[in-house]
């Protein structure tokens, strides 16, 4: 069995916080963030429970079915809306469906984590999967704090994933983990998001090419082939050395932080909207999707693109 995205569904905060407002109370400038990050704004608001459903009823819509016919959730998010219950089973019960409902929390490769777990229950016997990736990041933001206030944002994505017949449209997964590195990006209980920058930077670059090299060997696809790169969305910085080593020209990457900042688990689904609203993708079309984050956790996909 293989799995075929059937629909996809954004949403993000109403409220906007651009840089300027940011600059008014931090030791900050538009010029530092844009010229470091590529951000130009982010949105603030709601919570991983409200903004996940919103982007599932979309998702659904999109991919034409009800939520009765759903037979497994999963939520992937850094930042569930209590530690006890999970928060998948609430949008799973808001959206009427009773089926199997759990959090995975990967950080920033969250949502390539729940896509592979679909893949894994398609294999299985599961014939529809709702994978939602949501986050509500600026709760656990210092808003003192320059080094974070000015990266982070809110946000889901969703898509409704098909099991099918053959390979479907994932043509490769590879995901990974080194719990070694935990020290770099962290949140203790009752604590804010904190992070050694420079570090993951530098640790991103190598992590991204090195899943990203593997999952194409495994697809038999080359980078030349590649018609899109849909990357986490952390530093465009990060995105254009990963690209650079990979040999994919930037303007085949996806970048939506400029308007919505880092948002962990939902960045891969925002970006693949961005690419659907902009008719980027083309059926047949070879698609690497990648994360990095918190963990430290890695995940990369060669996807060949089936509306
Ligand atoms: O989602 C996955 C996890 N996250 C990431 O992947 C993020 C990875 N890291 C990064 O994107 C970058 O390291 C940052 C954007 C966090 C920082 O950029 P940088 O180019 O590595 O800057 P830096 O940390 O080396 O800081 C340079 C200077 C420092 O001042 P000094 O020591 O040179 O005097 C900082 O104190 O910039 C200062 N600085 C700021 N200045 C203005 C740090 N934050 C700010 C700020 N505004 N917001």
Known sequence: MGIHFRGWGTAVPDRIVTNDELS??????????????????????GSAGTLGLAAAQRALE????????????????????????????TIAAALGINAPAIDVNAACSGFMYGVRVASGLAATGASRML????????????????????????????????????????????LGSDGSLAHLLRCEHGGTIWMDGKEIFRRAVRIIVESAERAMSDAGVTSDQLALVIPHQ????IISAACQRLGVDMDRAI???D????????SIPLAVADARQRELLVAGDYVLMTGFGAGMTWASAVVRWSP
């Open 255 to 257: 970048v939506v932080l």
């Open 131 to 174: 994978v939602i990736g949501a986050e509500h990041l600026s709760r656990w933001t210092d808003w003192n704090d320059r080094t974070m206030a000015v990266l982070l944002g809110d946000g889901a994505g969703a898509a409704v994933i098909d099991a099918v017949d053959g390979p479907g449209d994932v043509l490769s997964f590879d």
């Open 62 to 89: 999109d991919a034409g079915v009800t939520a009765d016919t759903i037979d497994f959730v999963v939520l992937a998010t850094t930042t569930p809306d209590n530690l006890i219950p999970a928060t998948a089973p």
């Open 24 to 45: 008014a109370t931090l030791d900050t400038t538009d010029e530092w963030i844009f010229e470091r990050t590529g951000i130009r704004e982010r949105r603030v608001g």
């Open 234 to 237: 952390a530093n465009v910085r």
């Open 259 to 266: 308007r919505f900042g880092n948002t962990s688990s939902a």
